[in-house]
């Protein structure tokens, strides 16, 4: 029989192509009308489970867009392992940054360019495709699996949410492997330990009644912008400190040992600022490192704010009305129902004279830290380190993945974050794009994985 390397081998080209097709179906999960794109991928991961040798493979409606879940429990004494992964995407905006088209797949330089590429279709097809390799290879897999895929990651994912906690018996597992992180760097294998938490807020602000002119109600009204404008200004300090009261408190500083792992790896924040950040400084609390700024201190952004008019041409109101949206990134011992009331009683406390804001919570999600001398973590980094000829870099994410924290409240098992994008992937901006080699060396990893996972009972 051919091995599971010659399996992956021989179906390159085919692999490829079927990312492609799978990036071609423009599964925008936040405007309505790409419903029926979202139908279609959820059909087509629906088809890849199928393909790759899973039973019991569905498609799970729902209040939100679909769950495609499948399953393959026939090794009796062996671990199992919960996939998950995601087909929705990004919107596009601005669309005329983009140098080809974001739903027809272009490759340049060993690079695939399209929305949703590296977040997430083209890390979670890798692992199907590790699935596929291993049956052709074996005729079976050397492992229980499930598949969990969701089409809402980027709205939120309620859907997925609701269902892992509706579904723990079913769900049942020794461990979780989630493909929607980075590497540290190019030809780096990396293994994230740690996400950071999320309390997605939207802070309405309302002045005067109604919009008025400002020449005949300026220096008297009220104005909902530059209120809502000014409250923010109060939420952190000119070094990037966060001002709300108790937001710091729990908060923890890394271990000495995550210290040493940091300091091992070759950084330099030169080139970080000007290839990854490209903006002229770094910015960010005093007396942190920029690993501890991305993944162990928590954050307070503002990420739109809209009001009053912004057309062409003028018109001179002082504007009623205002919003913006503003997310706190949550570190461990920090709890996302305490986050959003203390944002709350700041925001009343602190709106100025005429302007009151009213802070409306969109999702959260808590932060999560695995023990990386979980056995499941030392396999993944075996055969990360045997399948690159590299050693494996534990490093902690400032990004959030909500079903992480879902499988360590409803499950108790422990997440392997194991990611096979670049920093530099361009996720939610245009011209997203993935590596081809990390696409093929993404197979070949979670293969080995699984191989290494089969020699064990139990995880």
């Known amino acids: 029989m051919p091995t599971f390397a010659e ?3 021989r179906n390159r080209a ?21 419903v029926p794109d979202i139908a279609r991928a959820a059909d087509y991961a629906k088809g890849q489970l199928v393909q790759c040798g899973l039973d019991s493979v569905e498609i799970i409606e729902g209040r939100g867009h679909p769950l495609v879940y499948g399953e393959w429990c026939h090794a009796p004494g062996k671990p199992t392992i919960l996939f998950y992964g995601h087909y929705d995407v990004q919107p596009v905006d601005p669309i005329d940054e983009w140098h080809s088209d974001p739903f027809d797949p272009t490759v340049r330089d060993g690079q695939v360019y399209a929305r949703g590429a590296s977040d997430d279709k083209g890390q979670v097809l890798a692992n199907i495709k590790a699935l596929e390799s291993l049956r052709e290879a074996q005729g079976e897999f050397p492992v229980n699996v499930k598949f969990v895929i969701e089409g809402e990651e980027e709205v939120g994912g309620k859907a997925i949410s609701e269902f892992v906690a509706s579904n723990s018996e079913r769900l049942a597992s020794d461990a979780a492997l989630v493909s929607d992180t980075a590497m540290y760097m190019a030809e780096t294998p990396t293994i994230c330990t740690g996400l950071r938490g999320l309390v997605y807020t939207e802070w309405a602000a309302r002045g005067a009644e109604r919009d008025l002119h400002s020449g005949l109600f300026g220096g008297v009204a009220p104005n909902a912008i530059f209120g809502l404008v000014e409250l923010l200004s109060r939420c952190k300090d000119a070094e990037g400190r966060v001002r709300i ?15 040493s792992s940091w300091a091992s790896i070759p950084f330099d924040e030169r080139a970080y600022r000007r290839d990854e950040v490209r903006a002229t400084a770094l910015t960010g609390e005093p007396g942190y490192s920029v690993f501890e700024r991305l993944g162990t201190r928590p954050t307070f952004e503002v990420h739109g704010i809209s009001g009053g008019f912004v057309g062409p041409g003028a018109k001179t109101v002082i504007p009623a009305a205002a919003v ?44 999560t830290l695995a023990a990386t001398s979980h056995p499941v973590i030392r396999t993944a980094s075996q055969a990360l380190r045997e399948t690159w000829g590299r050693e494996t870099v534990l490093i902690r994410s400032g990004g959030s993945i909500p ?3 879902d499988f360590q409240q409803h499950l108790g098992i422990p997440t392997v974050l194991m990611g096979y994008g670049l920093p530099d992937d361009a996720l939610h901006a245009p011209n997203e794009k993935f590596s081809l080699r990390n696409f093929h060396m993404g197979i070949a990893s979670t293969g080995r994985f699984l191989e290494l996972l089969g020699q064990r009972t139990g995880a």
């Open 7 to 9: 399996c992956a081998a």
């Open 14 to 34: 085919r692999y490829e192509n079927e990312l492609f097709d799978f990036l071609r179906i423009p599964s925008i999960s936040t405007l309505p009308e790409h």
């Open 245 to 259: 009261p108790g937001f710091y408190d729990g908060v923890e500083a890394p271990s000495s040992a995550e210290r």
């Open 324 to 367: 913006a949206k503003v997310s706190a990134r949550l570190v461990p011992q920090q709890d996302p129902a305490r986050i959003l009331e203390l944002m709350r009683s700041f925001a009343k406390a602190n709106a100025p004279e005429g302007i009151e804001v009213e802070v409306r919570l969109i999702h959260s999600a808590p932060a």
């Open 403 to 405: 079903v992480v924290g």
